[in-house]
């Protein structure tokens, strides 16, 4: 059975961190936003085409990392329990710097860091990866992957991206609804 080289756009840091009352502001003074370049990357959305392209050659890995493709199949961001895990890590962040401009900065920086070499596999072990399947007999055709890339290039959004609502913000001072 051929693999099948679906992907999708995945976000780092998931749409529930910016709809979070405490974390979206905290994103926002960092300067990550929702729908940055730097937020996303393309995944694989079958595990054994993943299965596949970790088992495939260092170098055809590398090109895959260096072209923003990731090593960890798509939908982890709540499959996987990575916005829960990312909530919690965000929420101690925030307590323990939340005054700390700087330090907080770096603390995010450094989570979203550790996200990205993780969805990367560049982790071991790599809490991000779920089970992987073994290897199919099918190598890795890097032709076929990047074919079918391009004929999805107007795919649109998943749903993860068209369900994101940014937090409500706090109108202090305000009079709403004009009473």
């Known amino acids: 059975m051929a693999l099948d080289y679906d992907t999708q756009i995945e976000l780092l840091f998931p749409p529930a961190l910016y709809q979070d009352g405490v974390l979206a502001p905290v994103l926002e003074q960092v300067e990550i936003p929702l729908e940055a370049v730097g937020n996303k990357v393309l995944l694989f959305t079958n595990p054994r085409t993943v299965a596949a392209v970790n088992a495939a050659s260092e170098p055809i890995k590398a090109a895959m990392r260096q072209s923003g493709i990731g090593l960890v ?16 890590a965000l929420h ?56 079918v890339m391009v004929s999805q290039m107007d795919k649109p959004k998943s749903p993860e991206h068209l369900n994101a609502r940014p937090a409500a913000r706090p109108s202090f001072g305000k009079r709403l609804f004009g009473r």
């Open 73 to 88: 199949c798509y939908g982890g961001n709540e499959s996987g329990g990575k916005t829960a895990f990312l909530k919690k």
């Open 92 to 147: 101690e962040i925030v307590q323990k710097y939340g005054s700390s401009a700087e330090p907080l900065r770096l603390a995010v920086f450094d989570l979203h860091r550790f996200v990205h070499n993780g969805t990367m596999g560049l982790l071991d072990p790599n809490p991000f990866a779920g089970t992987l399947s073994p290897p199919p007999a099918e190598p890795f055709d890097v032709a076929e992957a990047l074919a």
